[in-house]
């Protein structure tokens, strides 16, 4: 598993289409995990790269409702780094060349 470092930016990738070949790309910034005490089981938080960068962590700031998602043991690894993210990128590329 990934071990995620606190303000560095993670990419989920998302597929409009059966085949992935087109890939949609949303950008989160990691936040930490385990921040609430409502959390049953681990749970990684990662907020929305645009929230992140126009108001700061989440953790930090009491500025109204914040886009956050959260990922469990069975969803975190969703959650791609730069390289994880162009290695993806790729094969999706290869898919749509077939």
Do not use: H
Not at 14 to 28: E, K, L
Not at 34 to 54: C, G, I, M, V
Not at 72 to 89: K, P, R, Y
């Amino acid at each position: 598993m990934t071990a995620y470092i606190e303000g560095e930016v993670y990419f989920r990738l998302v597929y409009p289409d059966v085949d992935m070949s087109y890939p949609i790309v949303q950008s989160f910034v990691y936040v930490g995990k385990n921040l609430s005490d409502e959390d049953q089981e681990d749970t990684w938080y990662f907020q929305f790269a645009d929230d992140y960068a126009q108001f700061g962590s989440f953790i930090d700031s009491s500025q109204g409702e914040r886009r956050v998602c959260c990922e469990t043991q069975t969803t975190v690894s969703c959650m791609l780094d730069i390289e994880s993210l162009a290695n993806e990128l790729l094969l999706a590329e290869s898919r749509r060349q077939r």
